[in-house]
């Protein structure tokens, strides 16, 4: 028989690659997805049967120490409360985007009759399936240009019990307007690309290698491609006094908001995430 302590500072100590501080929050995941641990049975050393069921720790520490990431390892990472099956298909969902999640549940959580919400970019689904879940009025439909990522998405919102509308659609397509139709909503949400590739390079691998990079960039000459097709399909299909939200790079706030500004967009915010940087635009259709 082991410790829950022991099996802690071993993994620890293994793990390459990572601050100190991130060593133990993914060895922490570790122990809570193998062996239902928390932070309080490492910290009183609780005892681990030797009959415990326990994955191959050296392959563990291995695919950790080759970058992978370690929600890919444990097949799920927890968003607004929520754990999401994720792949190499899809981005990791970060704790960036519940903060524009969180936007969104503020502004339309007290119940005023239908809410049709778009999410553009869905990726794991994890926008579109929490807005799913706690706005009850809301009737969520989620796009993506990957069919690997939707079906990551639909997965997810099968076992998270949402109902939420995924489709095969891309925002840049010329004719995207027009396959939608007379279809109006309350509210466009999108986390784009929005990466530069000059950016790359100050990026980790387990970032670099395991995420899917169109997901993440865009080319330096057109940083705010998906922001002009995002806002200027918001113009012709947001409702009157509807509103777009979306993730931004912290290096291009001013110039995203001018974006919206441009399109006639009014009540322009541009927002900052817990850390102090630029990182979401609110605006509203006039």
């Known amino acids: 028989m082991t410790s829950a302590r022991l099996l802690f500072d071993y993994l620890t100590n293994r793990i390459q ?12 995941m570790l122990l809570n997805h193998y062996l239902r641990l928390n932070n309080v049975d490492v910290l009183v050393d609780r005892p681990i049967p030797t009959d ?24 799920s990472e927890e968003f607004c409360g929520l ?24 502004d339309y959580g007290e119940p005023d009759g239908r809410v049709d919400i778009l999410d553009i970019g869905t ?15 809301a009737a969520v439909t989620g796009w993506d240009v990957s069919e690997k990522a939707l079906d990551v998405a639909r997965a997810n919102a099968q076992r998270l019990m ?6 095969n659609r891309d925002i840049l397509d010329s004719q995207i307007s027009h396959l939608v139709g007379d279809t109006r909503y309350d509210c466009i949400v999108s986390n784009p ?30 940083p705010l491609l998906f922001y002009q097709a995002i806002a200027s399909f918001g113009k012709k299909h947001l409702k009157v006094g509807g509103r777009c939200y979306v993730e931004i790079n912290e290096h291009f706030g001013p110039q995203t908001s001018e974006v919206f500004t441009n399109q006639g967009y009014k009540n ?3 927002l900052k995430d817990i850390h102090g940087k630029n990182r979401f635009i609110r605006a509203e259709i006039a």
Not at 18 to 28: C, D, G, L, M, R
Not at 87 to 92: D, G, Q, T, Y
Not at 208 to 220: G, Q, W
Request: charged residues 25%; hydrophobic residues 40%; proline residues 8%.
């Open 17 to 28: 690659n990572y601050p100190q501080k991130e060593k133990q929050a993914i060895v922490h």
């Open 52 to 75: 415990a069921l326990q994955p191959d720790w050296n392959k563990v520490i291995e695919r950790l120490n080759d970058n992978e990431p370690v929600q890919h390892i444990i097949g």
């Open 83 to 106: 754990k999401f099956t994720v792949s190499s298909a899809v981005l990791i969902p970060r704790p960036e985007t519940e903060e524009l999640v969180r936007l969104i549940t503020r």
């Open 123 to 137: 990726g794991s689904g994890c926008i579109a399936i929490v807005l799913a879940r706690f706005i009850p009025h």
């Open 162 to 167: 949402a109902s939420v509308t995924f489709e």
């Open 193 to 222: 690309p929005y990466v530069t590739y000059s950016e790359a390079e100050q990026m980790r691998p387990n970032v670099l290698r395991f995420e899917p990079h169109e997901a993440l960039f865009v080319e330096d000459s057109s």
């Open 268 to 270: 322009v915010s541009l």
